[in-house]
Every structure is written in structure tokens, then in C-alpha cells.
């Protein structure tokens, strides 16, 4: 699995100018998966979700469940919200 979120973190909305880019994201995704080969799963599903933006749509690409696919995705988000913070901050 990938980096665990810290027990104290706590997703909040940010600012529209505070949010990442899309080639933040997809490199974000890229090098963890370099760093970490067990993220292929949700590399791989949240790649999907930025090209096709719809749980349907993935859910008849994939056949994996969509209460499944809502997990991840969930995780995923978080994830990256706590990615983007690090980078703000500066941090490794």
C-alpha cells in the first residue's frame, strides 16, 4: 500500500490559486509508483478517473465495483491532498 496519511491530518477545502495542476498530479502519481510498484492498482484507477471523470465510465471499463472504485478514489484524493501540503510546505 502506499504512505499512510498521518492520524492527525484533516482534509480541508483550499483556495481555487492554492490547487495543484494536473501535471502536478500525474507526475506526483508517476513517481510514487517508481518508488513504490505496489501503488500500480491506484495509479492505475485514479489515471483512469482523470481521463474519463465519470465512476460510471471507469466502473464498464474496469467491471470493478463501484463502491470499490468510490474507496479508492477517496483514498486517493486524500492522499494527494496531503502530497500537495508536503509541497507546499516544502517537505519530503
Known amino acids: ?21 494536473l501535471d502536478w498530479i500525474t507526475e ?4 510514487e509508483l517508481i518508488h513504490n510498484t505496489t501503488f500500480w492498482y491506484n495509479h492505475g484507477i485514479y489515471t483512469l478517473y482523470l481521463q474519463h ?8 471499463l474496469t467491471k470493478i465495483p463501484k463502491y470499490s472504485l468510490r ?11 496531503y502530497k500537495w501540503k508536503q509541497y ?4 519530503k
Request: no cysteine.
Open 28 to 31: 506526483t502519481l508517476d513517481n
Open 88 to 91: 507546499k510546505n516544502y517537505e
Open 53 to 60: 471523470k465519470k465512476l460510471e465510465t471507469l466502473h464498464r
Open 1 to 21: 500500500m502506499f504512505q499512510e496519511l498521518p492520524i492527525n491530518y484533516d482534509p480541508k477545502d483550499q483556495k481555487y490559486d492554492e490547487l495543484p495542476t
Open 71 to 81: 474507496i479508492t478514489l477517496k483514498e486517493m484524493k486524500e492522499w494527494l491532498n
